[in-house]
């Protein structure tokens, strides 16, 4: 049996608009374009490694009824893989189901679309021999809420050959807002198939690793919530080895999220001297991956950083950046002083989690309805940490946060969803809230 290379990738969301959001002229340029540089990059790199097919987990566009720009982009990125050679496995998800408009073009020949009756089994054929088995069935309308993973099964006279099950879906265990074709680790256990290739969920993950099932994420973060380096894997077969992962970005486009504490600086000038230092940590960390021996390639540079800066901490700047204009005019600055960097910089915005300065542990003990509140929250920060020493479940913490005298504070939807689904660091973070919102109200009373 013979290895094999292919690559993998999801949620291309080809032409996403980016509403709402400003920046230079050559940012908005560069933004809009992300997601058919990463496509471009995507396609380069096939070529450049020598694929042997290319799977796409659905969701190509990033709207039902798929811009015309959007649909010859990809048109034309497999007729460029069609003359490398290179095979393109393709199931429609929930944003790009396939009985919208997009169904409407005329492909090359090495492209499979699979239909959304049955499962499908497609063989990927090299030098005229069968090589593996492609299983993939598409989502036929926008809110598919059926098991879809129970429908594949393993073809088993061809069981020598690896088998792939193509699908876009949400698995149980994995966090998604949106739970279309959900299925759990069990349904693609029982399938039978030697790789799962998965999309719907933007951040890569793999969900087992027997069978190897993988989400590689979106090839381009579309918003502040989707931080990190985009793109897809690539995948190698080989009959003595079974499956292995390389990750490469595509993303042109890198969101991220920035911290600087106010505690330490003691002048506006000295924070703003820290933030630029982080900027530019944030912008390094990135770089170019070594050439590649084999193929000559690298992995492409970052070309704009879209950044949250979240200023926290307790100080005396927290006046001054709170007074009116105050951050917005600091935002402006930064813009301004990052306005020529290469790559570009743009601040999205700034989110003041700042608070002023405050003596807590003599507030804690406080006897009044401050000190009163604040060891609740510190009794409740303390069970958690015990849970985690204990390797606990904050399930039990989160029951008592909603039924103690702390309940009035955790009565936001968002709140309940996060005290229903209990998760230790996010817990921290609503607490430390809290407490700063107590503070904000009860302070100067």
Not at 90 to 101: K, L, T, Y
Not at 133 to 152: K, V, W
Not at 366 to 379: F, P
Not at 384 to 398: D, F, M, P
Request: overall charge negative.
């Amino acid at each position: 049996m013979n290895s094999l290379r292919f690559f993998h990738a999801a949620d291309l969301h080809l032409d996403t608009p980016f509403k709402g959001l400003s920046g230079t002229p050559h940012m908005a340029t560069t933004l809009h374009a992300a997601t058919f540089t990463a496509l471009e990059r995507l396609t380069s790199l096939c070529i450049a490694r020598r694929a042997d097919f290319l799977l796409v987990a659905g969701d190509i566009y990033n709207h039902e009824e798929g811009s015309l720009k959007a649909q010859f982009a990809l048109r034309d990125a497999c007729e460029k893989l069609h003359a490398a050679g290179i095979g393109v496995f393709i199931v429609h998800g929930n944003h790009d189901f396939a009985g919208s408009r997009i169904t409407r073009m005329q492909w090359p020949p090495n492209v499979v679309i699979f239909g959304t009756d049955n499962v499908e089994t497609v063989p990927v054929v090299r030098s005229g021999k069968e090589v593996a088995l492609i299983h993939g069935i598409s989502h036929a309308a926008r809110n598919e809420r059926s098991n879809m993973a129970r429908r594949f099964t393993r073809d088993t006279s061809r069981a020598d050959l690896p088998q792939i099950g193509l699908l876009h879906c949400t698995v149980a265990s994995v966090a998604a807002a949106d739970r279309y074709a959900p299925c759990t680790a069990e349904d693609l256990k029982a399938a039978g198939m030697d790789y799962w290739a998965l999309g719907h969920v933007h951040e890569r993950q793999t969900v087992l690793q027997t069978p190897l099932s993988v989400y590689p994420g979106n090839i381009q973060g579309l918003h502040i919530n989707e931080t990190g380096p985009r793109g897809c894997y690539e995948v190698t077969y080989a009959p003595e080895d079974g499956f292995s992962l390389r990750f490469h970005r595509l993303g042109p486009v890198v969101w991220e999220r920035l911290s600087v504490s106010i505690d330490t600086p003691a002048t506006l000038d000295a924070l703003e001297e820290e933030i630029h230092r982080r900027i530019a940590a944030c912008c390094t960390a990135v770089q170019k991956a070594p050439q590649d021996e084999e193929s000559g390639s690298t992995e492409p540079p970052v070309e704009a950083w879209m950044l949250r800066l979240t200023l926290e901490g307790r100080g005396p700047l927290n006046q001054p950046l709170r007074a009116a204009g105050g951050h917005e005019e600091l935002t402006e600055r930064l813009r301004t002083a990052w306005a020529d960097a290469s790559p570009t910089v743009w601040i999205k915005d700034i989110d003041l989690r700042c608070r002023p300065e405050a003596d807590m542990e003599a507030l804690r003990s406080g006897d009044n309805l401050l000190g009163e509140t604040l060891r609740l929250v510190q009794q409740a920060r303390d069970a958690l940490e015990h849970c985690s020493a204990e390797n606990g479940s904050t399930a039990t913490v989160a029951q008592e946060l909603l039924s103690g005298p702390l309940a009035p504070l955790f009565a936001a939807p968002q709140a309940k969803r996060l005290l229903d689904e209990p998760d230790t660091a996010a817990l921290h973070d609503l607490l430390d809230s809290v407490e700063m919102t107590c503070l904000d109200l009860l302070e100067a009373r």
